[in-house]
């Protein structure tokens, strides 16, 4: 069986300013502004949440990360290089890569050939058999379904698949999309296992998600964001008391 060691390359452990800078940043759609002077920090090794109700420009902001979105004005840095101009395979050969909403598999083709798409770059294709059995080792029932096509899958499977194939990539920055919507609570509690033991490699992890008792218990620190701004950042504890969060989210008084 592939060690945590093994498959993360021996970087565990390994020390770098940051995994990724996003400062400044601005993104519009028509005249909406998605992403309004948006600046965020995600160091090496860390997790960090990121909340906010639907439109604040949460999925915006990975997806810009992972450059799929190209934005009008700022820059996006990987450990100090700038990537805001680059195309979107070179954010992907830096070592990110991107878990969406909704998992977005292709469900005619099977488990195996989805993971296999996680590792087109020759760098992880050389790693392929290895970075699998790691896979099935972070999500066991993922095993026995290999041959099975992805859409006869159920949703919890499905979402192991597609977290499963972002991993084949061996990111440094792992970036998800609301990975519990949708879920059974127990199917949860598996997905946040799964991300504690991918961030124990050394993979950073920039998490989306609107179960925020869940996100700030594994996060180390996290941002608020309202209508394309930071409304507020910190530990998990300076984030869960802030008004806005506490008033709008949990239902509570300031």
């Given at each position: ?159 192991m698949v597609a977290i499963g194939r972002a991993l084949m990539a061996k990111p440094r920055l792992l ?80």
């Amino acid at each position: 069986m592939t060690s945590v060691k093994e498959w993360s390359g021996g970087r565990t452990g390994q020390v770098a300013p940051a995994a990724v800078v996003a400062d400044d940043l601005r993104l519009s759609y028509g005249t909406h502004a998605a992403l309004d002077g948006l600046s965020l920090t995600v160091g090496a090794g860390e997790i960090v949440g990121l909340l906010g109700p639907n439109g604040a420009g949460k999925t915006t902001l990975i997806n810009a990360i992972a450059g799929m979105r190209a934005v009008r004005s700022g820059r996006i840095a990987m450990d100090g290089r700038d990537m805001t101009t680059r195309p979107p395979h070179c954010y992907c050969a830096e070592g990110i890569a991107i878990v969406p909403e909704g998992r977005r598999l292709f469900t005619r083709m099977s488990v195996r050939e989805n993971l296999e798409m996680g590792s087109y770059l020759p760098a992880a294709r050389r790693e392929r058999e290895r970075s699998l059995e790691y896979v099935c080792s972070v999500f066991p029932a993922v095993r026995d379904k290999l041959p099975a096509a992805a859409g006869s899958l159920s949703g919890g499977q499905q979402q192991m698949v597609a977290i499963g194939r972002a991993l084949m990539a061996k990111p440094r920055l792992l970036l998800l999309d609301e990975p519990s919507l949708g879920l059974s609570p127990m199917m949860v509690e598996v997905m946040f296992r799964a991300i504690r033991e991918v961030n124990g490699t050394g993979t950073a992890v920039l998490l989306v998600e609107q179960n925020v008792a869940m996100a700030l218990d594994i996060a180390r620190r996290a941002y608020l964001l309202e209508e394309g701004r930071i409304a507020a950042h910190g530990t998990p504890e300076t984030v869960f008391n802030h008004p806005d969060l506490r008033r709008a989210y949990l239902g509570l008084a300031g």
